[in-house]
């Protein structure tokens, strides 16, 4: 039974990684690094892809769809299994690495919910100020323009098939 529900699925692990590739790729665009001055450190690359991946996991998630989640949480997977990676990179050692990781989750789903309601309460400059920025003064044009983003691109996806997304592909609104 197992093997012929893999049979089905609309996506192949590779598929899964590409579009992992696709939302760190956006994450790490120079834009908001200099015009938007996020932080251009480990933790601020690691904010910026927690909120490229909320886009796409709210997308997910949003469908109803029992082949989505699985979907959502096979991305989720590579996330953290590049996450993983890039700590021993940095040498964190094997004993390390879990402690890292548990805390990383815990920052994960804590922005996903704190953007979840910034977008319901259609207030997400304190949510910018505090996670993405960790409360360093940004100007208000700035915050502004990220809130702006973030609400239009976050539209754009949910607005996109997730058959696309089973086929690694996701199209970014321009910045």
């Known amino acids: 039974m197992l093997l012929k529900a893999n049979k089905n699925k609309s996506y192949s692990s590779l598929d899964v990684h590409n579009l992992y590739i696709k939302i760190v790729d956006q994450?790490?665009?120079p834009v908001f690094y200099s015009d938007w001055q996020v932080p251009d450190t480990v933790d601020g690359r690691f904010e910026m892809i927690i909120l490229h991946?909320?886009?796409?996991?709210?997308t997910l998630q949003n469908k109803n769809n029992e082949e989505a989640e699985a979907f959502?949480?096979?991305?989720?997977?590579?996330m953290f299994m590049d996450m993983d990676r890039s700590l021993r990179e940095r040498g964190v050692g094997d004993l390390g690495v879990p402690k890292h990781i548990k805390r990383m989750a815990?920052?994960?789903y804590g922005r996903v919910f704190a953007?979840?309601?910034g977008l319901i309460d259609n207030d997400m400059s304190k949510t910018i100020k505090k996670n993405i920025y960790n409360n360093i003064e940004v100007s208000?044009?700035?915050i502004e323009a990220l809130t702006s983003y973030i609400k239009t691109q976050s539209k754009a996806i949910n607005s996109q098939s997730i058959e696309a997304m089973f086929a690694g592909n996701i199209v970014w609104n321009k910045i």
Do not use: H, T
Not at 53 to 58: A, C, G, I
């Open 27 to 29: 994450a790490r665009q």
């Open 53 to 58: 991946m909320f886009f796409v996991l709210q």
């Open 72 to 78: 959502a949480q096979k991305l989720f997977d590579v």
């Open 106 to 108: 815990q920052a994960f």
């Open 115 to 117: 953007y979840e309601e």
């Open 140 to 142: 208000d044009d700035i």
